[in-house]
Nanobody
Framework: QVQLVESGGGLVQAGGSLRLSCTAS????????MGWFRQAPGKEREFVGG????????GYADSVKGRFTISRDNAKNTVYLQMNNLKPEDTAVYYC??????????????????WGQGTQVTVSS
């Protein structure tokens, strides 16, 4: 079983950048397909991006495509979400998640069994 801890959130002005980290313990992340999700107040949790188990496939929500990038550092057992050109509508709690189903990433949150506690990202206009 893997435990996930996110970090790197904070307050940033529109147009700025943040890099979120998701550090794992208990098992190496190359056992899992990874996903990043976010939830804004009053809204449902939504898919942001995903990374396959072998690290060769990524996918993103249309709202973040071209601005956000997912990567993994196996030596640090950490997955990153680089967020550039942030917008006020990116404000949310961001969660990383791990799936042991197959080897891919998934848009459906129900396919991820392991979740971090979340980190707040606030983008001011």
């Amino acid at each position: 079983q893997v435990q996930l801890v996110e970090s790197g959130g904070g307050l940033v002005q529109a147009g700025g950048s943040l890099r979120l980290s998701c550090t794992a313990s208990g098992r190496t992340l190359d056992w899992y397909g990874m996903g990043w999700f976010r939830q804004a107040p009053g809204k449902e949790r939504e898919f942001v991006g995903g990374l396959s188990r072998n690290g060769e496939s990524t996918g993103y929500a249309d709202s973040v495509k071209g601005r956000f990038t997912i990567s993994r550092d196996n030596a640090k057992n950490t997955v990153y979400l680089q967020m550039n050109n942030l917008k006020p509508e990116d404000t949310a709690v961001y969660y990383c998640a791990a799936s042991s189903i197959g080897s891919s990433w998934y848009r459906a949150s129900g396919l991820y069994a392991y979740w971090g506690q979340g980190t707040q990202v606030t983008v001011s206009s």
